[in-house]
């Protein structure tokens, strides 16, 4: 599959490949940024768990075609929009597929059955909590019973640990190609 990335810095305030910066990067304001919204290590997660989920279409076989794989690359990680000012926002896409629970996005399969799609989608699921808002405490009863798996949820975001465990557990799963071949 043959993606174009950008070879120029689109955000000027922020350093990385735009394609795997978090989405709370891409999508926060430099005067919302530099108050709450700094660099933790969530985005870093973050960006690996979108170099992940942007190499694995890109580069597997699936039984997408090459056109289909590529629009559905471009519309995850290419999301991007200039303000009046002229500067670069994106990571609408990301977040919310992030928020709903579909990424790496449900219709993307491989060719081979593969413990890769897995691993990512694992590493994912905490950032739903990252992207969601829990409903108002009034509502008691719907807010008892998601709001321990939000704070899980934002604990693994914080705990690199959890993340790191996460790799190993999927990496001694069946499943994986036999000396070290592609197509994962």
């Given at each position: 599959m043959t993606t174009v990335m950008t070879t120029y810095?689109?955000?000027h305030d922020r350093t990385g490949t735009w394609q795997f910066m978090s989405a709370a990067l891409l999508e926060s304001p430099i005067s919302a940024a530099l108050l709450e919204n700094s660099h933790v290590l969530e985005d870093d997660i973050e960006s690996f768990?979108?170099?992940l989920g942007w190499?694995?279409?890109?580069?597997l076989?699936?039984?997408m075609d090459e056109d289909e794989r590529e629009?559905?690359?471009?519309?995850?990680y290419d999301d991007s929009w200039k303000t009046k000012a002229g500067q670069e926002w994106g990571g609408q896409d990301k977040s919310f597929h992030l928020k709903s629970g579909?990424?790496?996005?449900?219709?993307?399969?491989?060719?081979e059955p593969s413990p890769i799609l897995d691993l990512i989608r694992?590493?994912?699921s905490p950032f739903q909590a990252r992207y969601s808002k829990l409903p108002p405490e009034e509502d008691k009863e719907l807010f008892k019973v998601l709001m321990p798996r939000y704070q899980l949820a934002l604990e693994r975001l914080n705990n690199l640990e959890w993340f790191l465990g996460t790799i190993q557990d999927a990496l001694e799963r069946p499943g994986w190609p036999a000396n070290g071949g592609g197509g994962c």
């Open positions: 810095s689109r955000r768990v979108h170099v190499t694995v279409p890109s580069y076989p699936s039984p629009a559905m690359v471009s519309y995850l579909d990424y790496p996005l449900k219709e993307f399969t491989l060719t694992n590493l994912a």
